[in-house]
């Protein structure tokens, strides 16, 4: 637990619709890298987050 902030509570769900082959192999994925497909897919939408939002920043800083 040493040095990881406290996650901000969880209050809402995303439903996603994608195969059951595709769903079945990423949770079986996930298993074997000792971590969660929610977990993994929050981190995938927070450095989504974080690109867009540095390269808006570098759109904007590049237009004068």
Known sequence: ???RK???K???QLVIR???AERDEFVDLCD???TSA???VRQF???FMKRQH???KEHSDGQS
């Open 1 to 3: 637990m040493g040095g």
């Open 6 to 8: 406290k996650d901000k």
């Open 10 to 12: 969880k209050d809402s």
């Open 18 to 20: 994608i195969s059951a």
């Open 32 to 34: 074997q890298l000792d």
């Open 38 to 40: 929610a977990r993994e």
């Open 45 to 47: 939408i927070r450095e």
């Open 54 to 56: 540095q390269l808006s």
